[in-house]
């Protein structure tokens, strides 16, 4: 199983960046997959996920009306597109995919088993 997270940079408040992470190694279409992030001195928090797919979402509440999680299964591949960015979205964006078929709970950082290795999006302000 591999992870690829990508799309990271940095970008001013108020901008957009859209992340993309491509999987390989297993049945994408097959697993809930979510977008986590760590800020500098925090701890590792959940951002949004994503049904097998694409029927349910979840968000963090910190995000919800600003980002939008996405998948193309076709392309084994998710996206996190990130608007109205602020200084406290910067952090090291990681994506995961769920340890359980069911894909439930969707919000929980311990229901995901494989990790990519992170991008870095820096938002100034």
């Known amino acids: 199983v591999q992870l690829q997270a990508s799309g990271g940079g940095l970008v001013q408040a108020g901008g957009s960046l859209r992340l993309s992470c491509a999987a390989s190694?297993?049945?994408?279409?097959?697993?809930?997959m979510g977008w986590f992030r760590q800020a500098p001195g925090k701890e590792c928090e959940f951002v949004a996920a994503i049904s097998r797919r694409g029927g349910t979402t979840s968000y963090a509440d910190s995000v919800k009306g600003r980002f939008t999680i996405s998948r193309d299964n076709a392309k084994n591949t998710g996206y996190l597109q990130m608007n109205s960015l602020r200084s406290e979205d910067t952090a090291v964006y990681y994506c995961a995919r769920h340890r359980l078929p069911t894909g439930q709970p969707m919000d929980e950082q311990a229901s995901y088993f494989y990790w990519g290795q992170g991008t870095l999006v820096t938002v100034s302000s």
């Open positions: 190694g297993f049945t994408f279409s097959s697993w809930t």
